[in-house]
Every structure is written in C-alpha cells, then in structure tokens.
C-alpha cells in the first residue's frame, strides 16, 4: 500500500538521493532474518514464525507517521523488512506440508494469487487512500491490514511434526549451513528475475510521473490483474509440463516488458509494459516456488524455501539499488534502467535452460 507514495515522501524529507534504499533496505533486513525463519519454521514450528512476521507488519507499519528525518525512515524501513524475512518463509513451507507433489504447482499459484492480490492492488488503493486522506492514513491502512493477517492465523492448525519448544540456542545458524544447495538452480533463477521486480518497484513510480499518470498506483493494478490471469493457468501447467519449460515462457515475457517499459514515450506503452511483466512474474514465481519443493529435502523444506527467499531479497535489493543508481532521478536514464533488467532476466533464461539441457542428459 505505501511504495507508489515512498519516492515523494523520501524527496519531501530531503533524502532524494536514498530512493533505492527504500525497498533495498526492507530487502537487506528479510534477507538477514531467512536463515532464522527456516530453522525456526523447521523446528518450533509454521505459524510461530508466521505470526512474528505479521505481528512486524502490524507494529511497525503504524510508525511511519511519526518518522520525520531520512535516518530515522530508513532506519524503520530496515526493521519493517523483518515482516517478510518470516511470513513468507512459514506460509510457503504450511501450505508444502498441506498439498500432495502432484497438485504442488497449482498450490503455490493459489498462494500467488493471493501475495500478488495484496502486493499489486495495495498501491492502487494506497495511492487512493493517501490522495483523500492523507499519508498518515495510508500507513494506518496498511497496518489494519496487517491485522487482519494476524486474525486469519486463528483458523490455522499447526503442520510440523515433532516440534521443539523455542530456545535461543536455535538462533545460532552459523553453526550450520545456512542454505541448502540442492535447491541453487531455483535461487540463482529467483534472484536474477527478482531483480526485475526490485526495479519495478523503485522505478516505476517516477515513469508515471514523467508520463503524467494520474495515480502512481495505477500500473500496479495492471501488473496484479496480468499476474492473477497468468497464476490462474501456471500453476497446473508446471504440473503438467514441467517447472523449467514454464519458467522460460516467464522469463521471455519478462524480458520483453523490461524492453517496453525501456521505450516507453506513451502511457499505453508504459500500461502493456507493466502487463506483459506481470503476466511473466505469475507464472516466474509461483513455478520456482513448486521447483523449489521439488528439489529439497522434506526434513528441512523451510530452509530450502528460505534459501530461495534469500535469492528473491538478495536480487530485489540489488534491482533496487542499482536501479537507483543508474536512474540518478534524471529522466534520461529511464531507458538504461530498465535495459539492465532486461539483461538480468536474460541471465535468468539462459542458467534456467542451461540446467534444464543438463539435466535432459543426466535422464
């Protein structure tokens, strides 16, 4: 709900040259908190570690109104990144332990539809909210929501098998590896592809101004209404034909709007751009998610999905900040910009296809 306003709010407090640092700070923090979340979501349990991630959604998103300097944002920026370090990483390995392999891929395009529901129509509302009532408003509407994540946990049952009560010895993840290697070809694909996103995110929101769109938030409707018509249909594809094959077609058509949103000149350009992305991060994510189980081990599946969280965080964090960088807030760069992410999505396509011929010769 809060990033179209984040570019503006930063500038107004005089931190202009920090607009990367604003989702790759949020990204640093999920980052540093994914070895955590997968030990403790394979050990204490799923909706602990849930419930720690909503609980940080909630708090901290009601802080915002009383941040007025550019250390002290960032700064909440940072702990607020906590959030997504922990809810994904136990909802992602509740619903593993719920669906049988055979419908794994149509599962976590359900759970897609419902992360790109919150992640594309938020701004558009976010963007609403702010216009009528005000910034203020807008970031305690996305902590009511936060809430009502936390409500929903109460209909859920836990799914981990011998459970270990908390101790705080389980926080010392240097002791072991804190990624899982068998699960590598599904992180490298993340993290080049979720540069991408980090991008989208940071960049976008100044495109629209320079093309005179009215509402920041606008494109990202368009990017959830394209992602939920194209998680509708991957899911069962990838369970039918394959996860690699189905993340190709993503990736193709991510890198074709990163080469749109590069030219754009006119608001129906930057709209098909914004389309063309969203229709390839719904079928991207959700099928490297189903990769992911497919290739880990039942007895640690949270730290293989966290190992693919860190590839996400660690390629959104860099889309974000480079992205920042090469765009240097002069309008001239838009193009450039986006370019580069073309380019990470095109390393992504050629590692996925890659390890897909490498595997056909193993077969």
Not at 32 to 52: M, N, Y
Not at 277 to 282: K, Q, V, Y
Not at 294 to 317: C, H, P, Q, S, W
Request: hydrophobic residues 50%; contains cysteine.
């Amino acid at each position: 709900m809060i990033i179209p306003e984040m570019n503006s709010y930063i500038t107004a407090l005089g931190g202009a040259g920090y607009k990367g640092l604003i989702i790759g700070l949020f990204t640093v923090a999920a980052f540093i908190s994914r070895p955590f979340s997968g030990k403790l979501a394979d050990t204490v349990g799923r909706i602990p570690v849930i419930f720690v991630g909503t609980f940080v959604c909630f708090a901290l998103g009601a802080l915002y109104p009383f941040v007025h300097t550019v250390a002290a944002f960032l700064m909440l920026r940072f702990f607020h990144g906590f959030s997504t370090g922990f809810q994904p990483t136990g909802t992602t390995a509740y619903l593993a332990d719920t669906i049988p392999v055979t419908h794994r891929g149509q599962a976590m395009g359900y759970l897609g539809i419902a992360g790109t529901l919150g992640m594309g129509s938020g701004p558009f509302f976010g963007s609403l909210i702010s216009a009528e009532f005000g910034l203020d408003a807008m970031f305690y509407a996305s902590s009511l929501a936060a809430l009502g994540s936390i409500v929903s946990l109460g209909k859920l049952r836990e799914t981990l098998q011998n459970k270990s009560k908390f101790s705080w010895s389980l926080l010392a993840v240097w002791k072991e590896k804190i990624y899982d290697e068998r699960v590598m070809p599904a992180t490298l694909s993340m993290l080049f592809s979720a540069f991408c996103f980090g991008l989208f995110l940071t960049i976008v929101p100044d495109l629209s101004d320079h093309l005179m769109v009215p509402n920041r938030g606008t494109i990202f409707l368009y990017f959830t209404i394209s992602s939920l018509a194209s998680r509708l249909l991957a899911g069962k594809a990838s369970d039918r034909f394959g996860r690699e094959p189905l993340i190709l077609i993503a990736l193709a058509l991510i890198i074709t709007g990163m080469w749109l949103l590069a030219i754009s000149e006119t608001k129906d350009m930057f709209f098909w751009g914004g389309i063309l992305f969203g229709l390839g991060s719904g079928i991207n994510t959700p099928t490297i998610f189903a990769w992911t189980i497919d290739l880990g081990n039942e007895k640690n599946r949270a730290k293989g999905v966290a190992t693919v969280y860190m590839g996400l965080e660690a390629g959104i964090f860099f889309g974000s900040v480079l992205s920042a960088w090469i765009y240097n807030n002069r309008t001239e760069n838009f193009t450039a910009t986006f370019i580069v992410g073309g380019i990470m999505a095109l390393i992504a396509f050629i590692l996925v296809l890659y390890y897909n011929k490498a595997l056909k010769k193993v077969t």
